[in-house]
């Protein structure tokens, strides 16, 4: 009996897979015209788990998350996740960004290989695009996706820049 509950244990380990997402995430946040750093910038990096149903994967619900600002050097730090997973039973995909900052619309990486470096631990630029009309702040501001998995207390400080924004343009009733 000891055997085979040993056997049945070591079976389970062997199933078990670390899910790191690698990182640290260190980045700088510029404006995508000038270069200059930007303070103030709301940064949050989130994960979801999902499992299996007879469809496909299903069921995702949130995992983990990290949010932080920028300070007047335009950088951040978000720390390195780890999690384990059960092949076929549970699945952890992430990070997902949301990088915001009222008056800037979508960030880019300055170059393709950028998002290898950012992976890997290494500093990389976001540029966030500067939004100089009211249209095209509205029209950022209708397409952004809030992250509903995220619970509302893991993600404050991005609902507090994204109502700002709304007031400051007029679109009234908070974000929640």
């Given at each position: 009996m000891r055997h085979l509950l040993l056997t049945l244990l070591v079976g389970l380990a062997a199933l078990v897979h670390p899910a790191g997402a690698d990182g640290?995430?260190?980045?700088?946040?510029?404006?995508?015209?000038t270069g200059r750093p930007l303070a103030g910038v709301v940064v949050l990096a989130f994960w979801t788990r999902s499992t299996p149903s007879l469809g496909g994967w299903a069921a995702t619900e949130y995992?983990?998350?990290?949010?932080?600002?920028?300070?007047?050097?335009?950088?951040?730090?978000?720390?390195?996740?780890?999690?384990?997973t059960i092949p076929l039973v549970v699945k952890v995909q992430g990070p997902e960004w949301r990088v915001f900052k009222p008056g800037y619309g979508a960030w880019r990486y300055p170059h393709?290989?950028?998002?290898?470096?950012?992976?890997?631990?290494?500093?990389?630029?976001?540029?966030?695009?500067?939004?100089?009309?009211?249209?095209?702040?509205?029209?950022?501001?209708?397409a952004m996706s809030v992250p509903v998995h995220v619970p509302v207390e893991k993600r404050t400080r991005l609902m507090d820049a994204l109502n700002i924004e709304r007031l400051h343009l007029g679109l009234g009733g908070d974000l929640k």
């Amino acid at each position: 009996m000891r055997h085979l509950l040993l056997t049945l244990l070591v079976g389970l380990a062997a199933l078990v897979h670390p899910a790191g997402a690698d990182g640290p995430w260190r980045g700088q946040v510029v404006d995508a015209e000038t270069g200059r750093p930007l303070a103030g910038v709301v940064v949050l990096a989130f994960w979801t788990r999902s499992t299996p149903s007879l469809g496909g994967w299903a069921a995702t619900e949130y995992h983990a998350s990290e949010e932080v600002v920028t300070g007047p050097d335009g950088r951040f730090l978000i720390g390195s996740r780890w999690s384990y997973t059960i092949p076929l039973v549970v699945k952890v995909q992430g990070p997902e960004w949301r990088v915001f900052k009222p008056g800037y619309g979508a960030w880019r990486y300055p170059h393709e290989d950028a998002v290898d470096h950012f992976s890997r631990g290494q500093e990389t630029e976001l540029r966030l695009e500067p939004l100089t009309t009211k249209e095209a702040r509205v029209a950022f501001m209708r397409a952004m996706s809030v992250p509903v998995h995220v619970p509302v207390e893991k993600r404050t400080r991005l609902m507090d820049a994204l109502n700002i924004e709304r007031l400051h343009l007029g679109l009234g009733g908070d974000l929640k």
